[in-house]
């Protein structure tokens, strides 16, 4: 059982590059989300889905975007990258079961954006 | 303001003290709270997870919840130099607005041998 897979774990970008950042989960998990944590934070939320085919901003969207295709991939995009989203990025997905609301993770996508 | 206020700490405490890690929220549609541990260089991972008002027990760790107060804590009795981490707290509630999963910013803790 995999879990939550992201690639790539690291990535160096230049200023106006683009990527997609992979996640894929196993678990037939409906709930997926993408976080961001900058160094000695918390995470932020970016976009999340609660099921194929719908998703939803969190608090800091701007300059990325998502799809969700199928139940278990997740990309998140980043268009003409900016330092400011120098970052390690989380995926996660959970079921939408309120007697089991664990959120399992990747272990992180590391981008530093020069 | 925030929906999901956490003192980022960092916390040292000796080997073997009680630790108080502590969240508060501002929306009353959160219903389910939950613990998450981080080491570093690692991604989350539930540590506890309650719903009603109260206290829930788990080893050398309590989750306490009061939604009156719209205010959670954490309690580590017999702090061990391997709880070192980072402490999330999170919230969520299933329909409407509130239904995606909130992080705090996280209290780094340190126990010290």
């Known amino acids: 059982n995999a879990g939550v897979t992201q690639t790539p774990k690291f990535r160096i970008l230049k200023i106006g590059q683009s990527m997609t950042l992979q996640c894929t989960q196993d678990?037939?998990?409906?709930?997926m989300y993408w976080y961001r944590q900058d160094p000695g934070m918390g995470l932020k939320l970016i976009y999340y889905?609660?099921?194929?085919?719908?998703?939803d901003k969190g608090e800091v969207p701007n300059g990325y975007n998502v799809s969700r295709s199928t139940t278990e991939d997740f990309p998140l995009r980043l268009e003409l990258a900016a330092p400011s989203q120098t970052s390690v990025y989380f995926c996660?997905?959970?079921?939408?079961?309120?007697?089991?609301?664990?959120?399992?993770f990747g272990q992180g996508t590391r981008l530093t954006v020069v | 303001q925030k929906e999901v206020e956490q003192d980022p700490g960092p916390l040292s405490v000796p080997e073997g003290a009680i630790v108080s890690l502590n969240c508060t929220y501002s929306?009353?549609?959160?219903?389910?709270f939950m613990w998450y541990r981080q080491y570093s260089r690692k991604g989350p991972e539930l540590l506890m997870y309650?719903?009603?008002?109260g206290n829930k027990e788990d080893g050398r760790f309590t989750a306490q919840v009061d939604k009156s107060s719209k205010y959670i804590s954490l309690f580590i009795r017999d702090s061990q130099p391997s709880d070192s981490a980072t402490y999330l707290c999170?919230?969520?509630?299933?329909?409407?607005?509130?239904?995606?999963?909130?992080f705090g910013t996280g209290t780094l803790l340190a126990v010290q041998p």
């Open positions: 678990m037939n998990h409906n709930y």
């Open positions: 929306n009353s549609a959160f219903q389910y």
């Open positions: 889905s609660v099921g194929a085919g719908i998703t």
């Open positions: 996660a997905s959970s079921y939408s079961d309120p007697r089991n609301t664990e959120a399992f």
């Open positions: 999170a919230m969520i509630n299933y329909g409407g607005a509130t239904n995606k999963l909130i």
């Open positions: 309650t719903y009603s008002s």
